[in-house]
């Protein structure tokens, strides 16, 4: 319609119509799932578990690990039901000892003031949350009363022991602590102390520390065995170089966690090209006692392969101002391209070590350089003859 009056040329609209055809579209390959997410939380999924009774042989851990929606309903629903259960019980006894007929004031009740089932009910929360308002009680007239006013008592107890403890398990939990354990969002492999490396760095938000802290590194990656089995989640532990020299980390200011990869590391014969093209993730689990609780946490988070940046490494982030040291958490995850081979340490450890390939390339790059200064004086002599 635009077009008939002369507003859009037709050959923009023959070529938008052209566009808006259908075409074929091709979808990335889809990557293998995480084994851990970013955030520490596993992607596993149980499935098909027949044997669900065993949940309930330990109610209270099963109690803590529900959403706090569940939890909260059960802390209701567990007074409510009791309350209900002894008040109907109190109504029972009131009415097999006839106290809710009215009589003369010589009859002595089991409970007094009970008329009615809402004041039964009214009477077993009084007992079970120790209010005792005083209007009604229990008298010696009735064993079975005396009996029934033990039983709920201790229950009321065994309830708020449960219950309460749950409720403060659920908001002392170890991983709220390591919501301000923080990870560096890429990992990077460079060159260290004329080593090729795998690094990545942790810190710590709070000032209270974690006592004891000790970082793990496992690869996790789909295996086969010699004899042809597959192993879709093969775990391999690899050796952490601590930057104390100690088998625990003093997390004051961030770190920076260092692998050496050598013969024994997992990653020795993988290149720069390899790591693009093959399914890896890195899982990173930092574990510790919480110095205010004393409570054991563990915070975790992974690196595929397209989060470890090869050839580069992580910027200083401490910095000493007016006596005292300064961490700038701007800097936490920015890093920054260095000179890196792209071959793999086995071919460097083949080529005599990063000091020999440092070397060749020093003498490569001089060579090339004599060159070009060369070719000028050549030419002046010529002119000169």
Known sequence: MLSRKGLIPED????????????????????????????????VAHTNIREQGRFLQD????????KWFHTLIIFTMSFLCSWLLF???????????????????????????????????????????????GGRMVTEECFSAILVLIVQNIVGLLINAIMLGCIFMKTAQANRRAETLIFSKHAVISVRNNKLCFMIRIGDLRKSMIISATVRLQVVRRTATQEGEMVPVDQVDIHMDNPVGT??????????????????????????????????????????????????????????????????????????????????????????????????????????GIARFKLNEGVTLRATVRKRRGTPAVRRSRMDT
């Open 247 to 352: 088998n625990g980390i003093f997390l004051v200011s961030p770190l920076i966690i260092c692998h050496v990869i050598d013969k024994d590391s997992p990653l020795y014969e993988m290149s720069a090209f390899d790591l693009q093209h093959e399914e890896l993730e890195v899982v990173a689990v930092l574990e510790g006692v919480v110095e205010t609780t004393g409570i054991t946490m563990q915070a975790r988070t992974s690196y595929v392969s397209e989060e470890i940046l090869w050839g580069q490494r992580f910027v200083p982030t401490i910095s000493e101002e007016d006596g005292m040291y300064a961490v700038d958490y701007s800097k936490f995850g920015n890093t920054v391209k260095v000179p890196t081979p792209f071959c793999s340490a086995k071919k460097l450890d083949e080529a005599g």
């Open 59 to 66: 109610v209270f851990t099963t109690l803590v690990d529900l």
């Open 12 to 43: 923009y609209l023959l070529t938008r119509l052209a566009e808006n055809v259908l075409q074929p579209k091709f979808k990335d390959k889809r990557r293998k799932a995480r084994f851990v997410a970013k955030n520490g939380t596993c992607n």
């Open 87 to 133: 008040g109907m019980i109190w109504w029972l006894i009131a009415f097999s000892h006839g106290d809710l007929d009215q009589r003369g004031d010589d009859f002595v009740p089991c409970v007094t003031d009970i008329h009615s089932f809402a004041s039964a009910f009214l009477f077993s929360i009084e007992v079970q949350v120790t209010i005792g308002f």
